[in-house]
């Protein structure tokens, strides 16, 4: 955490009310992202228990499990689920453009023209919170080996046909999620901490409703009191008013509420089972209606337990509306329609599911890719917004002053002499600006160097010559050069990372493709690449 | 404050045990288990919460008499899975756990050396089973050719004075050595797990570690050997490295991890010695302080819940946010470290950014304060605050 943040979080306490980190929107925000809340069983890992999901803040759907031990009933869920997220995850595939570059042929090395498939839009999932991505990957872990019908071993417990596909999906949105600055699957948490600090620890800011405190405090409370209303307030049968975000429920709800009903379920059932087998018509009949009545009460207590969350998500996607978006976010979300397009074409090219570890050049480069997008992350935040770029102001890496003079000056040491003019500006800020330190323009017409020449701390000052950016001309180009009395900033670090855009991550290239080396096409899964089941 | 009648007197002569019994009044004495004395090594720098502990306050019960109860919780699904699991590893004859044993352990395949599974008399009271443990222990690890299988042994340890009962899992002897074993629910999953979850683990592991070196030392009349890195190598020492069994992947087979607690081990050691040295903070709490939470005859309570409040705030705490999921105050300690503009609020890397500061007003004055200070967190504080006015466009310098 930087100093910057921590001041805004002081300042929180103070005023007892969220206090902004950012000045643009940091994120893509799809016009129509899929909020996705879920809730597992617990002690096990990754057993689903329910999901309200949807597109239309008013029209969740719900999706649950009866009884979280059987497996059965699991696959029931997860088929349930897959039909109801893969459409919305596929529809982006069918609107394609064509975007032009350049491959290279592995044996000529010759440069050939090609033309690329982008998709023109992606899907975007929202969850609650970062352990709700991470249920997501264990969903995505527990289903993409399953053996399905259409297998030729399904062995004892094939999974719906579908299942599997969502497994693959939910893998790749994932791993996706894991890049800096990527926006296919985002956790709202993590999304509000970006844009604004509260005055609470970051431990806390996990929790949804508390965190949102800060930013809708009621009846003229302090954010902190909200905080810790939403966080323990329980009512008369000890169940929390506001429930935890998930995915894991409270223990008091399963004890009190989850525990009965599945309860009830239970024996429906096993009534239902009971009567069946003695032949009992009218008794099944009742025991059916048993059966349903119970899993309507679980709908009803799921329901319960999960719309306050559901608000919560879509009343953090609105704030975050407020704020306007960054410069970059459509070049970032280039990236992300990239990486979606990769998934679509090796799906489509009938390549195996994602392994389970990343054999280690897949891993290198994944790493390499995480690193680069951070360092482009960093960069094109700071360039779009002076907060983010305070950072870098306050670390020492960039500074920002008035010009107070622009002096002519020429190299002349080649055949015909070059503008190299000296800059003075005056700034309160203190760079680590040694002399001879390249620094770099922001916001200047194009792109433009410069090399530190004096530095006076006392003043206040510092001079640069600048070295490029200028034109071919003896003369600076018109416009190029600030003026005296223009707030200028430079960076002490380059404000390009070089990009492979607009061609997709090798990772994100399907083999049809002459994909990742790492990702050769296996054979079709062995037997031994599924899971036991039990 | 209202200072009872039967306040304890301060002599120093009284044994330590007994000091801590009269803080804590005729409550049951809420007895030290591993899982406890774990979570005392997660905020080692806390007077408050050692205090309590040593003198085996009931800090659930004090966290609701003081108006914030704590908000843990076992889920009844938890605690059943858990059942599940561990006795799906003990049917027939301890088959499903003996497999990954093997494996780590190179206990031999059926028909080899049969295995030894002594009656440790469960349903007994705890000194009848710990003692029974012990001739069982040293039994087994008189034979070095046995492969015995403690279930549920139950280990003494002295901690403060008093007596801790802890109860592994499994405790694993062969070859004059023992090896813990804990059973827990939470999956390896493609070879590996939680970091967190093994974290907890191999603390509440580390203290079985340390209760059966005590034994082996106390039974070879020796002293416990001073570096906790080092393996004492007497009959019955523990190994350093513990066995955890668990689910594999997404079935109900199990797996084991060995998992080396020797700086667990270290921590805990340091952690208890501190407890030992109870007695310095004991001293210095203010006369009549005392965590009675029984009820009068008439129903009234000892003490009334400001008398708590005061007595709980008489030792000192050292609150981080990290509390909230490891102590039973955590919710009490945070609304005191609000009220007391506490800068530890937001976090323990804070105050390492704020240097001297210790409040939010303090830091907030350093803030706005034009003119150089003389402290460096205040003028980098400053300075933040000018440069995120400036790009807030509140004001442009
Ligand atoms: S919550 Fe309070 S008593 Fe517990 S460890 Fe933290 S500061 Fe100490």
Request: include cysteine; charge should be negative; charged fraction near 25%.
């Amino acid at each position: 955490m930087s100093l910057l943040t921590t001041l805004a979080r002081l300042e929180a306490v103070r005023s007892g009310r969220a206090e902004p980190l950012a000045t643009v929107r940091h994120r893509h925000l799809s016009d129509r992202p899929m909020v996705v809340v879920p809730l597992t069983a617990a002690g096990e890992a990754g057993a689903p228990l329910a999901v309200l999901l949807g597109t239309d803040r008013d029209a969740p759907r719900l999706h649950l499990v009866p009884q979280p031990l059987n497996r059965t009933l699991r696959f029931d869920y997860l088929a349930e689920l897959a039909a109801d997220l893969l459409p919305y995850l596929e529809f982006f595939g069918a609107d394609v453009e064509q975007i032009e570059g350049s491959e290279k042929d592995p044996e000529t090395g010759e440069k050939t023209q090609v033309f690329r498939e982008l998709c023109a839009d992606a899907p975007q999932l929202i969850v609650p919170n970062s352990a709700g991505v991470h249920h997501l990957a264990l969903i995505g872990r527990s289903t993409r080996f399953r053996r399905t019908v259409e297998d030729d071993e399904p062995g004892p417990y094939p999974a719906p046909v579908r299942v599997p596909l969502l497994g693959r999906w939910l893998t790749h949105l994932t791993d996706r999620a894991q890049v800096p600055g990527s926006s296919l699957l985002l956790p709202m948490t993590g999304l509000l901490a970006r844009h604004w600090a509260t005055g609470q620890s970051h431990l806390e800011d996990q929790h949804l409703a508390a965190r949102l405190a800060w930013h809708f405090p009621p009846d003229g409370l302090a954010g902190a009191e909200a905080a810790e209303r939403a966080e323990s307030t329980r009512d008369e049968r000890g169940q929390l008013l506001h429930p935890p975000a998930g995915p894991a429920t409270d223990p008091r709800f399963d004890e009190v509420v989850l525990g009965p009903a599945i309860a009830r379920y239970d024996a429906a059932t096993s009534a239902l089972a009971h009567s069946t087998e003695q032949r009992d018509d009218s008794g099944a009949a009742r025991a059916r209606e048993a059966v349903r009545e119970a899993i309507e009460q679980l709908r009803g207590v799921l329901t319960a337990v999960l719309l306050p969350t559901w608000h919560d998500v879509w009343r953090g996607i609105d704030l975050l509306r407020t704020l306007p978006p960054a410069g970059h976010l459509e070049e970032r979300w280039t990236g992300d329609r990239w990486s979606y397009t990769g998934h679509r074409d090796r799906l489509a090219a009938g390549e195996p599911p994602q392994p389970r570890q990343d054999d280690a050049v897949t891993a290198a480069r994944k790493l390499a890719q995480r690193e680069r997008e951070q360092a482009r992350l960093d960069v094109q935040e700071a360039l779009d917004d002076p907060l983010a770029m305070a950072e870098h102001r306050l670390a020492g890496e960039a500074f920002a002053g008035v010009v107070t003079e622009v002096v002519p000056d020429y190299d002349t040491t080649g055949r015909s002499p070059k503008p190299r003019p000296l800059v003075t500006l005056r700034t309160d800020d203190r760079p680590h600006a040694d002399l001879g330190r390249e620094a770099h323009r922001v916001h200047g017409p194009s792109t433009q160097k410069a090399e530190i020449v004096a530095v006076d701390p006392a003043e206040g000052s510092i001079t640069l010559r600048i070295l490029s950016g200028m034109g071919r001309k003896k003369e600076p180009e018109p416009g190029s050069l600030p003026e005296p009395g223009e707030l200028v900033t430079f960076t002490l670090f380059e404000l390009t990372v070089r990009q492979s855009a607009p061609l997709p991550e090798p990772d994100d290239t399907p083999w049809t493709h002459g994909g990742p080396p790492g990702a050769a096409p296996g054979p079709v899964p062995s037997t031994s690449a599924f899971d036991e089941w039990e | 404050m209202n200072v009872s009648t039967n306040a304890p007197s301060r002599g120093h002569s009284e044994p330590l045990s007994q000091r801590l019994a009269e803080l804590r009044g005729p409550a049951p004495q809420r007895s030290l288990n591993a899982r406890s004395l774990a979570a005392l090594a997660a905020n080692p720098g806390c007077h408050r919460r050692a205090v309590l502990d040593a003198a085996g306050v009931d800090k659930s019960a004090l966290a609701s008499r003081l108006g914030r109860p704590a908000p843990f919780g076992q889920s009844p699904f938890a605690i059943a899975r858990g059942v599940i699991f561990e006795s799906r590893l003990k049917a027939d004859d301890y088959a499903a756990l003996l497999e990954p044993l093997r494996r780590h352990l190179g206990l031999p395949a059926d028909g080899g050396a049969p295995l030894v599974v002594p009656d440790l008399l469960r349903r007994s009271g705890s000194a009848v089973r710990a003692d029974r443990t012990a001739e069982a222990l040293a039994a087994a690890a008189a034979d070095p050719d046995a492969w015995t299988l403690l279930d549920h042994p139950l280990l003494r340890l002295d901690v403060a004075g008093s007596t801790a009962y802890l109860e592994p899992d499994a405790v694993v002897v062969h070859g004059g050595r023992c090896t813990v074993v804990e059973i827990k629910s939470f999956p390896v999953l493609d070879g590996s797990a939680d970091p967190a979850k093994v974290g907890a683990a191999a603390r509440q592991a580390a203290v079985y570690v340390l209760a059966l070196q005590h034994a082996a030392a106390a039974r070879a009349g020796e002293a416990l050997a001073p570096d906790p890195y080092t393996e004492q190598r007497l009959t019955g020492s523990p190994r350093l490295s513990v066995l955890l069994v668990c689910p594999k992947d997404f079935s109900n087979r199990p797996t084991a991890v060995a998992v080396d607690v020797r700086r667990e081990l270290a921590t805990t050691r340091r952690q208890l010695s501190r407890m030992t040295g109870i007695g310095r903070l004991l001293d210095a709490l203010p006369p009549g302080t005392g965590f009675d939470l029984a009820v009068d005859e008439d129903g009234g309570p000892a003490r009334s819940a400001d008398e708590l409040a005061t007595a709980v705030e008489a030792v000192p705490a050292a609150y981080s946010p990290d509390c909230l999921s490891t102590c039973e105050l955590g919710f009490h300690c945070r609304a005191q470290a609000r009220c007391g503009d506490r800068v530890e609020q937001l976090g323990r890397g804070v105050r390492g950014e704020l240097g001297s500061i210790r409040t939010v007003t303090e830091a907030l004055a350093a803030a706005t304060a034009t003119g150089s200070g003389t402290d460096e967190a205040a003028e980098r504080l400053a300075y933040a605050a000018a440069l995120r006015a400036e790009a807030l466009g509140a004001a442009v310098r």
